[in-house]
């Protein structure tokens, strides 16, 4: 797999949280990285491994100056921290006004976070949050190296409308004229709803047949339990058994789900891409031995 990316259309769905639990969860290493123009919200709310805050230096912010050098991979681990419970994440911006340092650099991070997967030494998927996406957020320039564009949205009549229509805006954009076919489309547009466990299968059916009838090109992929007691305590805000929290259990379905569905064929797409550059290589040759040899 590869690059996964969080987002929503408006209000506050919760895509944090929901970047956060999916992490949590993960099958595969994985790396949080928190890439939302207009801040992040980790620095605030979760304890480094070392037991104090995060570093808000360490992360987007620290990484802006590397990447309009060029940027391998492997180079976003040094600029990855790990939480108290052993999650690796890229820190987010401090404040929006930070985010001119990343201007034309998005491309960059997203072919940096699509390719992380085949590190030869620390391969690793990575579950972007782009926070909201309404207006001209540049972090959809990362969305044409998904795997997978998450829109996350509530359940409310307005919300769903919301994300049927930025839905289909985003097929229009990655896809072109073929919104019709989502699973035939690279990324993959999909939607978790954020919803009352009781009633969350027959929300999601409902809200799926919407989205196909409205032809957006986007699928329910899956639901999150609206679980503010589990959400507290994945914040370290409140106490309890994290693993029994009906929004990690709802997590951990949503994580298998699209492993099951969509697993198989990204490790295919993931061994062609190899081969083809294997062979590119081959066909290079060596490098050339010129007069700048050894210097």
Known sequence: ???????ADKGSPGVTT???????????????????PAGGDLVYRSAAAHGGPLNPNTGMLSIAATARRGLVPDQLWDHVQPLSGGLEVLVGLGVAEQAAGLAG???TLGRAFASLADSPNAPADVIADCGRISGDTPAVELFPHASLVLLISRTEPEALARVRDRAAALAGK??????????LNSPVIGVVLVADPGNAAKLAGQVNDMLVHAQTGARVVGTLADDPAGAEQLA??????LDKSLLIRSARKVTADVYQQYGAAWAAQQQAAQAQAAQQQAHAGPPPQGHGAGR
């Open 174 to 183: 990655l896809h072109g004229g073929s919104r019709g076919a989502a699973t």
């Open 1 to 7: 797999m590869a690059l996964i990316a969080l987002a």
């Open 18 to 36: 929901a970047a956060v639990a999916l992490a949590a969860v993960w099958p595969r290493r994985v790396l949080l990285a928190e890439t939302d």
């Open 236 to 241: 370290g805000r409140r106490r309890g058994r």
């Open 105 to 107: 650099l998005w491309p």
